[in-house]
């Protein structure tokens, strides 16, 4: 089953006495299955903020259809499913940390003793305890973002949707996030990231898709879109008569280590290069894949759309 | 049911925790209070002015007792006082009440949506028709002690000055509720519109009482003029249960259609 599905979204923005049209999202189809973490990336309104929004049912498609667990996101039975935290995070702030909280939790039909044990749980986790009592109104910028954090979670949901959410966190606080993260995935909760920090997407996301001008340009894991398949091939030792050979073709040879890396940027080089070890009689130790940062990835998709 | 009570709670304590709102409601009560404390040394003056006419016309005759003329002219001059201060007391309460109910049904809604919180509220299940009707029943719970406690000065005030309760005045914080809900679910669903401020000063002035019955805007606005009593206890007049009952019934049903409209409009609203 996947958690999140859309059909052909689309989302158009009109002035307000419609002579303007602002396309945000164009004709999204997308897939996350559940138990994946999944980065939403791309730049300022490349139409991430306006999917989630969409996906949450706070604005209306003009065309196409979004489902969460296989459900329309219309129905509001699903959202008990469903943890989300927003980019600037907005609390109510007359309520004390504890209070509201527990006024979300109950929102979600968690009994009064789960309630208390969760909110507890919670506040422990993301250091919060001593603010427990503190008023809303009272919290830092990072306080209220682990608090927002708090919220999406208190329920227990099996789909957590966050948009942009270390943006107000220090490194502390974002290595703390990543550890949260990590534990959500090996629970098998699936996660909805959009963010900024292609790091912190790289080491948590199985997947990513990048969006541009709302539309969808590339979807799928780091060496799906890594744009050349270069290997590196590592062997013991290399004869000097195999490193006269290897000269000819495109490789680069590295000696690190008590071993030597030979570095193939693409297929027919790797042939040249097998063909001249299987000569002299070279034995492969092993050979890695090698893929292009998320960040590299990124640019290069934003670049070639740009044209520069 | 259980989400929408939730929701009213917390609409409450919103409302609770809103400064202006607060200060809002207690110049209100206060303002009613002072004004009626106002008119109340106007009585006294006019006691005081009745017995300075009587020694200076009669100055001999000490503190001999009232003639029954004399009397009847004394009575009269102090109902017609104890009814224009009641009368004045309840202006100004009902006034207060509807300031207070334009802004916290002008705002319920809009100011959860300006400030973003109602993005995590809908986040978690709770539908757009729950979340609007848990807000005003939030905004009803308050305006209810609102209406209590403005109720409470006026037996408070009665007792304190001893005059006794017009009937008229009798029926008066029920229709000043009433007619206090009749424009908070529009003030409601205009602010869904437009601007709250401009929303409410709409809902103010909507009332038909400056059309007569030919006139279609006559039925299509509402007749918050038929919830005053100022002139009935002006003028000492009994009101009648009936009316109450049927002005009740107006009431319920003109907020029942606003809240309607304001359901449809809200379920299509983009919350950006």
Same mark, same amino acid.
């Given at each position: ?16 006495l419609g002579r ?18 999944f980065? +939403? ?23 196409? =259809?979004?489902?969460?667990f296989?459900?329309?996101?219309? &129905?509001t039975?699903?959202h008990r ?10 609390? /109510? ?18 009994? =009064?003793?789960?309630r ?16 427990a ?21 208190v ?28 534990? +959500? ?18 080491s948590?996301? &199985? ?7 709302g ?9 799906? +879109? ?11 030792e ?13 490789a680069?040879v ?10 193939? *940027? ?26 292009? @940062? ?15 | ?6 929701? %009213? ?19 209100s ?5 002072? #004004?009626?404390? !106002?008119l ?9 002015? #009745? ?6 016309t ?8 009232l ?16 009814? #224009? ?15 207070v109910? /334009? ?19 809908? @986040? ?5 028709? *729950? ?5 005003y ?9 609102? %209406? !209590?406690?403005? @109720?409470?000065?006026?037996? !408070?005030? =009665? ?11 009798r029926?008066?914080?029920? /229709?000043?509720?009433?007619?206090q ?24 002035? =909507?009332?038909?009482? #400056? ?13 918050y003029? &038929?919830?005053?009593?100022f ?22 049903d ?6 309607l409209?304001?359901?449809?409009? !809200?379920?299509t609203?983009?919350? +950006?």
């Amino acid at each position: 089953m996947s958690a999140i599905r859309t059909e052909n979204l689309s989302k158009t923005y009109r002035s307000v006495l419609g002579r303007k049209e602002t396309a945000a999202v164009r004709m999204l189809s997308l897939e996350v299955k559940e138990g994946e973490v999944f980065g +939403l990336l791309g730049p300022n309104g490349a139409g991430k903020t306006s999917t989630i929004h969409l996906l949450l049912n706070l604005i209306r498609p003009s065309s196409g =259809a979004a489902y969460l667990f296989d459900r329309p996101v219309t &129905d509001t039975d699903v959202h008990r499913r469903l943890g989300y935290l927003p980019e600037s995070v907005n609390l /109510l702030d007359y309520y004390r940390g504890e209070a509201l909280l527990d006024f979300y939790a109950a929102l979600c039909g968690v009994d =009064a003793a789960a309630r208390r044990a969760r909110v507890a749980e919670l506040l422990r986790l993301l250091g919060l305890e001593e603010a427990a009592h503190k008023r809303v109104s009272k919290y830092s910028k990072g306080m209220a973002q682990r608090l927002g954090f708090a919220q999406a979670m208190v329920h227990e949901p099996d789909l957590l949707i966050l948009d942009e959410p270390t943006s107000s966190l220090d490194p502390l606080g974002r290595n703390d996030f990543r550890e949260i993260l990590l534990d +959500l995935k090996r629970r098998g909760k699936t996660v909805l990231i959009s963010s900024h920090i292609l790091s912190e997407v790289e080491s948590v996301c &199985d997947r990513v898709a990048i969006l541009q001008n709302g539309e969808l340009k590339r979807v799928g894991t780091l060496a799906e +879109l890594s744009p050349a398949q270069s290997t590196r091939l590592i062997v013991r030792e290399l004869p000097g008569a195999a490193m006269e050979s290897l000269v000819a073709t495109s490789a680069q040879v590295t000696w690190a280590e008590g071993q030597v890396t030979i570095r193939c *940027q693409d297929a027919a080089t790797r042939q040249a290069v097998e063909e001249v070890l299987r000569r002299h009689d070279v034995q492969i130790v092993r050979e890695e894949a090698e893929t292009a @940062s998320l960040n590299d990835i990124f640019l290069s998709t934003i670049k070639q759309e740009t044209g520069s | 049911m259980r989400i929408v009570v939730l929701i %009213a709670m917390d609409g409450i304590r919103a409302l609770i925790h809103q400064r202006l709102l607060v200060a809002l409601m207690l110049a209100s009560l206060a303002g009613t209070v002072a #004004f009626s404390v !106002f008119l109340s040394s106007a009585r006294e003056h006019v006691t005081q002015s #009745f017995s300075e006419e009587r020694r200076a016309t009669e100055p001999t005759q000490g503190d001999r007792h009232l003639s029954e003329a004399e009397q009847r002219k004394f009575r009269e001059q102090m109902e017609g006082m104890s009814s #224009f201060v009641q009368a004045g007391f309840y202006k100004a309460a009902s006034l207060g009440g509807s300031l207070v109910a /334009l802004f916290i049904f002008g705002t319920a809604v809009t100011s959860e949506i300006r400030r973003g919180t109602i993005r995590l509220t809908l @986040s978690k299940p709770v539908s757009r028709t *729950q979340f609007l009707l848990g807000k005003y029943m939030g905004g009803v719970a308050v305006m209810i002690a609102y %209406a !209590f406690f403005a @109720s409470l000065a006026v037996v !408070f005030f =009665a007792l304190s000055q001893s005059v006794e309760l017009n009937p008229a005045i009798r029926w008066a914080p029920w /229709l000043m509720f009433c007619e206090q809900l009749m424009l908070g679910s529009l003030a409601l669903l205009l602010s869904l519109f437009m601007h709250p401020i401009l929303a409410a000063m709409l809902a103010f002035f =909507a009332g038909n009482g #400056f059309y007569s019955p030919p006139n279609p805007l006559y039925y299509i606005l509402p007749s918050y003029s &038929d919830f005053g009593v100022f002139f009935d206890v002006l003028q000492g007049n009994l009101v009648d249960w009936k009316d109450v009952v049927f002005l009740t019934l107006y009431a319920f049903d003109f907020v029942a259609i606003m809240l309607l409209l304001a359901l449809w409009r !809200f379920r299509t609203k983009e919350l +950006l």
